[in-house]
């Protein structure tokens, strides 16, 4: 993994990271999440995962991603998915 860029935002305590990952096959969320965790030296819940891009045809791929200083300035800023309402029996 090479780091291309990386941006220090102290206004919202994060580091927002653009890092290029050569694999055979899409690394999926899970394991950009972890090699970025291992990457950062961080917990895999303090990185907020954007966008995994490729083009077609190549085996580079582009990861975005956001990781915040604790677990609570990451709930506070990312959006949290909202709760379905239960369907009430007939």
């Known amino acids: 993994m090479k780091v291309v ?3 220090r935002n102290n206004l919202l305590k994060r580091n927002e990271i653009i890092a290029i990952l050569v694999e055979q096959s899409n690394p999926g969320l ?10 950062f030296k961080v917990a895999e819940e303090l ?16 990861i975005e991603a956001f990781v915040y200083d604790s677990i609570e300035d990451k709930q ?3 959006p949290q998915p909202k ?3 239960k369907k009430e029996a007939p």
């Open 83 to 85: 709760a379905v309402p």
């Open 5 to 7: 860029e990386k941006v």
């Open 76 to 78: 506070r800023i990312e």
């Open 30 to 39: 899970d394991k950009a999440r972890s090699l970025l965790a291992s990457e």
């Open 47 to 62: 990185i907020a995962l954007k966008a995994v891009h490729s083009k077609f045809g190549s085996n580079e791929f582009t």
